[in-house]
């Protein structure tokens, strides 16, 4: 560790992401574990978090008392769930610092206080950190503008492992929003997240979602544009959650010297 790498605390440093974050800031130039959080109660608590990890001890051991790791740190990297995040954004921007936030799930109000605590915090949100979904969206963007509503219909697929808890998942969503921001429409009048039973044809213009879940899948996700006689599909495949965990530790370093704001990984990857 030098003087100069940013101090992060990995709150839900004891899940699947949050193991992940932690060996990846290991192995990452410029940042470091300063802190590791997970919710009260859980038996983690007291446990050395990169024992946990699996990258031996650490001595960086797990809390459930945020605010006092936040006061100390310059960065929180976050992959919980929305009502955790909520609160860390609201301890973020008491303790002025970045907030990297990967949950999805979160709802309309949930947003709404992620960018009132934007305010004071630096906070980045993205549905996914990696540069190839990032990459994806633009594309995504690029051909919904070019084969128009009249003749291409837009699907999204995804398929990710059995323990998953929200759907579509927040990366079929950003590919959604991408697509629809390249038809100039709102992606929330437009979507079709279900279909069963007798659902009638298909209305023109509607950007459809389909959930796969199962195995140990880490991320499938497809954009479907169906013509008549041809196809296009745009597709991306994680393979490793390190991915996710670069790009977050991507933009707690970009949002270092960044004003206080509510930022996305377009920003951070300079893709906006
Ligand atoms: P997980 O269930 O394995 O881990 C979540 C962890 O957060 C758990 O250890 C849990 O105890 C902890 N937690 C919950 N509430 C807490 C609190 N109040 N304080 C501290 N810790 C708390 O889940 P996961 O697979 O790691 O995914 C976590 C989230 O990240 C999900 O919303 C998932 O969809 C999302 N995700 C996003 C990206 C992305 O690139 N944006 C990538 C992968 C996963």
């Known amino acids: 560790m030098s003087g100069t790498d940013m101090k992060l605390v990995v709150v839900g440093a ?9 060996r990846t800031i290991n192995a990452m130039p410029g940042a470091t574990v300063f802190a590791a959080v997970e919710r009260p109660g859980s038996a983690f608590i007291g446990r050395d978090a990169g024992e946990i990890a699996g990258l031996g001890p650490t001595g960086v051991v797990i809390t459930d008392k945020p605010l006092e790791a936040f006061v100390e740190a310059e960065g929180v990297l976050d992959f919980t769930s929305p009502a955790a995040s909520v609160e860390f954004s609201g301890l973020a921007a008491q303790a002025r610092i970045v907030h990297v936030i990967g949950t999805t799930g979160c709802s309309v109000d949930d947003e709404t206080k992620f960018r009132a605590a934007a305010r004071h915090a630096r906070i980045v949100k993205s549905g996914n ?14 051909a919904a503008r070019a084969l128009g509503p009249e003749n291409w ?6 398929m990710h492992h059995k323990h998953k808890v929200d759907a579509p998942s927040g990366t079929a969503l ?4 991408a697509a629809a921001r390249g038809r100039d429409i709102g992606l929330a009048e437009h979507s079709v997240r279900v279909r069963d039973g007798h659902t009638g044809a298909r209305v023109a213009g509607t950007i459809g979602f389909a959930t796969l879940r199962g195995g140990s ?18 597709s991306h495949s994680a393979t490793d959650r390190a991915i996710f965990a670069r ?3 991507t933009a707690a370093l970009w949002a270092r010297s960044q004003k206080p704001g509510f930022y996305s990984m377009l920003d951070v990857l300079g893709l906006s």
Do not use: P
Not at 14 to 22: F, I, K, N, P
């Open 129 to 142: 950190m990696s540069l190839g979904v990032n990459l994806l969206g633009v594309l995504t963007q690029q």
């Open 153 to 158: 219909d837009i699907e999204i697929l995804e």
């Open 217 to 234: 899948v880490i991320g499938e996700h497809s954009v479907i544009l169906a013509g008549e006689g041809e196809q296009v599909t745009l």
């Open 247 to 249: 790009g977050a530790v």
């Open 174 to 177: 950003l590919l959604g929003e």
């Open 14 to 22: 004891a899940g699947r992401m949050g193991q992940t974050l932690v």
